[in-house]
């Protein structure tokens, strides 16, 4: 039997790896990894030697047979993003459904694919996000272009409280546009940005009022960003 283990990793603070991904990445025989170098500096940390191979989301279909090889012969692989949970706006999910539709008849008797669950930055925000997220919409990062502005609308017009992923080169452009969206309706945000990490802030507010507070300093714009949109 091979196994295929889903592991999450630290978003930012490196003790935040459980014990059972700490075991799971020095077992495994071969660690899967969306950059290599980000990985071995998570991996030299613990001094695991356990060795990677890319899979990202350029990944093609000789990797892909590659690692549906590994599995036929019997390798254990672990399956990591750069930071968080694998399969959650990552390309891992796509792997997954792969192995799935290759091992279809296999699936839980000479295949298996187990979580190993762990840091996410979703539930990361959330948690400190307090009250106002019981149910909610999770869109992952918007589209750039085609259908970015439908989106916009159905977040505002959304019953429910909204979370979203964003990258430090659109920050500023998500909070204008939603701002646009919006009108004269005011929506209260929170903003966590750099979670765990050194520089990590939360900004909380109208929409107008986080994104003075962002653009007040350039250094608010660095690192990654969850956007939460509190509905009542």
Known sequence: ????????TPIGNLEDLTLRALR??????????EDTRVTKKLLDHYQIKTPTISYHQHSGKIKV???????????????????????????GSKLVSIIRKEFKQEI????????????SALTAAISIAGVGFDRFLF????????????????IVASKYSVVLYESKHRMVKLLTELEAVCGRTELEILVARELTKMHESFYQGTIATVLKEIKADINNLKGEFVVLIKKE
């Open 1 to 8: 039997m091979s196994i295929l283990r889903i592991v999450a």
């Open 24 to 33: 799971v990445l020095k077992e495994s025989d071969f660690v899967l990894c």
């Open 65 to 91: 047979e590659q690692i549906i090889s590994l599995l036929k012969a019997k390798k254990n692989l672990a399956l990591v993003t750069d930071a968080g949970t694998p399969g959650i706006s990552d390309p």
């Open 108 to 119: 839980g008797h000479k295949v298996l694919i187990e979580s190993v669950p762990g840091v």
């Open 139 to 154: 869109l992952g990062f918007l589209p750039h272009k085609k259908g970015r502005q439908t989106m916009l609308k159905e």
